[in-house]
């Protein structure tokens, strides 16, 4: 499980939990109801952004696996003249 640790100025968070206290019950479920629901969809795009980090570290960790010597020592400087015909560089 992950914690997120929000950090407000102390006059802010005073402020903030006089006007929580004086609100009805209903309002204070439905906002912590929300703020559930905007830390659980922050999360998991947390997560899912993770997931491509670590996609993308597997992907170049065996980089070397997936090489293919096509025989072309230029191929790299001039992958656009062997791709789409433009002009050779030097």
């Known amino acids: ?46 997560e899912s952004e993770s997931q491509v980090d670590k996609d993308w570290l597997e992907f170049l960790d065996n980089i070397d696996k997936y090489v293919v010597d096509t025989g072309i020592e230029d191929l790299s400087i001039n992958h656009e003249y062997y791709l789409y015909g433009g002009p050779k560089r030097s």
């Open 1 to 46: 499980m992950q914690t997120v640790h929000i950090e407000l100025d102390i006059n802010v968070e005073e402020t903030e939990a006089a006007v929580y206290q004086k609100i009805s019950k209903d309002v204070r479920s439905q906002l912590s109801l929300v703020v559930s629901r905007w830390l659980k969809r922050y999360l998991e795009k947390l």
